[in-house]
């Protein structure tokens, strides 16, 4: 399958200060990008769509000025969690979709991220 | 109602067992369906992808989707330990948005 590269696959840090995540397609050209959320032992909720070069459409509930989305690039799409909170702390995981030769979705590692 | 309806599990079976995982849905919209594979503390990984009704075979994998019930199954034959994980189904309208719906997942546990 193709590769999706998401880095940093672990961070601390510490309330009040911004982390950025990003998300990489590595031998495709990702259409749209997708981050989720995860929490221990329930199911990845979408939080936000982006399309490169469009803004982001955010799900219902997820603060848009929070959760910052970029997608340069065909290849890469950024996560940026703002004035970060401890409720915050949570797995969030990138999803790089392709259309051709099949419409399909591939992960990314995941980010662990614990806000202190 | 959600829209995809996965039982969270956990299952349990041993070692050699044919294993039945199901996910049923309500939106008639949905053409793509995908099942994943997900260890703790990892992301998903695709294991299997279907477009249209029908059985489609990869191993010991086969994914079967029946549109007509909205009823999606992946089966696993001669299971093993290293097979315990989450599944979850995923599936997506073929529209500009391309949007992955996922269903809660089942937790796997392959018994030695």
């Known amino acids: 399958g193709a590769v999706v590269s998401q880095h940093p696959s672990r961070v601390i840090c510490k309330s009040g200060t911004s982390v950025k995540i990003e998300c990489r397609s590595l031998?495709?050209?990702?259409?749209?990008m997708f981050w989720y959320r995860q929490f221990p032992k329930q199911s990845l909720m979408l939080m936000a769509t982006s399309n490169e070069g469009s803004k982001a459409t955010y799900e219902q509930g997820v603060e848009k000025d929070k959760f910052l989305i970029n997608h340069a690039s065909l290849t890469l799409s950024t996560l940026t969690v703002t004035s970060a909170h401890p409720e915050d702390s949570s797995f969030y995981i990138c999803?790089?979709?392709?259309?051709?030769?099949?419409?399909?979705?591939?992960f990314g590692q995941g980010t662990r991220l614990t806000v202190v | 109602q959600k829209e995809v309806e996965q039982d969270p599990g956990p299952l349990s079976v041993p070692e050699g067992a044919i294993v039945s995982l199901n996910c049923t849905y309500s939106n008639s919209a949905f053409q793509y369906f995908m099942w994943y594979r997900q260890y703790s503390r990892k992301g998903p990984e695709l294991l299997m992808y279907?477009?249209?009704?029908g059985n489609k075979e990869d191993g010991r994998f086969t994914a079967q989707v029946d549109k007509s019930s909205k009823y999606i199954s992946l089966f696993i034959r001669d299971s093993q330990p290293s097979d315990s994980a989450t599944y979850l189904c995923a599936m997506a309208r073929m529209d500009s948005s391309y949007k992955l719906i996922f269903g809660s997942g089942t937790r796997l546990l392959v018994r030695p």
């Open positions: 999803s790089a979709a392709r259309r051709t030769p099949n419409t399909e979705a591939f």
């Open positions: 031998d495709f050209q990702a259409t749209t």
């Open positions: 279907t477009y249209s009704s």
